[in-house]
């Protein structure tokens, strides 16, 4: 048989069919995995990275209120310890409490803050008490006029209050 005269018609045979495209959709196994994966590394970073921060913070507050208990015994000036410790509670709890008007607190309404955030209360010494008042009048006195307050005292509260855990949430004032 000649090939030139058979007709493709009498073997009744079919065109050549191609398979379909390969879909995108569903995918396979290795890209669910690799997905995981990264929403798993992706979540890990932020947590880490939020652990790591609120690690430091506590390390920058615990180093510079080493700074100024080493400062006052060299210097044994209780002026300006008051003023130190005045000003870096103030920058820690604005920065404890960034959504809330802190900066604005003064008098009174920040003892009574202090107070209702320090979760170490130092052997009953409160920030309404005559040691804690002199963070209110300290960075505004000159600076042989403090003399008479317990350093000790006021050096153990204020460590209280900045090393102590602070959550995110402000109890409610009444001013």
Known sequence: MDPQTIDPQALNLRDIHLPEAISWWPLAPGWWLLAAALLIAIAFT?????????????????????????????????????KSLSILIRRASITFYPSKNIAGLTGEDWLVLLDQTNANSAAGISFESDTGRILLTAPYQPEDSLADFDAQNLIRLCE????????????VTSS
């Open 46 to 82: 932020f947590i880490a990275r939020k652990i790591y921060l609120g690690r430091q913070l506590r390390r920058d507050i615990t180093a510079e209120l080493e700074a100024i208990k080493q400062q006052y015994k060299q210097t044994r000036n209780k002026s300006q310890l008051a």
């Open 160 to 171: 209280s209050w900045l090393l102590s855990p602070h959550i995110k949430t402000l109890p």
